[in-house]
């Protein structure tokens, strides 16, 4: 295992804890103690990062900010804050998950390896599929409507890959949250739901037609 995870945290005990947990299961572990450093640790090309929320002179939301349009890698924030508004500000400015402080380090090294699972992932697919003016790029992880591209994030899109993957299908939030980060969840799969109007809103811009289609109850679907 060689995968590279950048631990990003003002507190020394929390930064030393994934240090060891990370490095006894095989990772290579980067740490910075603020914000401006994790500017300078980038260059190492980590494969993951885990980046607190709450630290003083630049915040993380402030560097995910900074780094988000030169890295593709998932970032991970760390958090106490519990408010629906700074899950959506973080998912709006590109982070891909959330870990509740204070967390179970064995659980958080099961969601740091299944979002590099999915990251891993070959499976066999189509590389483009059109529908009418959408056209969805699987390899250029682009879509387009009309020649267009629409700027979704990175987890915005892994959404419309599954989705459209297994069009006419219908999902809870709790089983896309399993089959998209590749891990069981409860309370967290509420993200799924920002991620999705988020999706929404964007293609809005574009066509009235609506792609995803909620199943009262169930869960939502594909029908493009």
Not at 69 to 81: E, G, H, M, Q, S
Not at 123 to 152: C, M, T, W
Not at 208 to 215: K, N
Request: proline share 2%.
């Amino acid at each position: 295992m060689n995968e590279k995870i950048l631990v990003v945290d003002d507190e020394k005990d929390i930064r030393k804890l994934l240090t060891d947990f990370f490095q006894l299961q095989g990772y290579q572990v980067y740490t910075a103690r603020n914000g401006q450093e994790a500017l300078d640790k980038i260059s190492v090309n980590p494969d993951i990062i885990l980046l607190d929320i709450n630290m003083p002179q630049m915040d993380g939301m402030e560097v995910c900010k900074k780094i988000r349009n030169y890295v593709t890698c998932p970032i991970l924030f760390l958090t106490a804050r519990i408010q629906e508004q700074d899950q959506i500000n973080g998912l709006m400015i590109g982070g891909d998950d959330y870990i509740m402080k204070p967390f179970a380090v064995r659980e958080l090294g099961a969601r740091v390896a299944a979002h590099l699972r999915r990251e891993q992932r070959t499976a066999a697919r189509e590389d483009v599929r059109f529908q009418q003016d959408l056209v969805i790029n699987y390899s250029s992880r682009q879509v387009l409507f009309q020649g267009k591209p629409i700027n979704f994030t990175r987890t915005e899109f892994d959404l419309v890959e599954f989705l459209s993957l297994h069009k006419g299908q219908v999902f809870s939030r709790e089983r896309i949250y399993e089959l998209v980060w590749g891990y069981d969840s409860q309370g967290d799969s509420d993200i799924i739901m920002e991620h999705i109007r988020r999706i929404r809103m964007k293609l809005r811009k574009y066509t009235e037609t609506s792609y995803i289609e909620t199943v009262w109850g169930v869960g939502y679907k594909w029908i493009g």
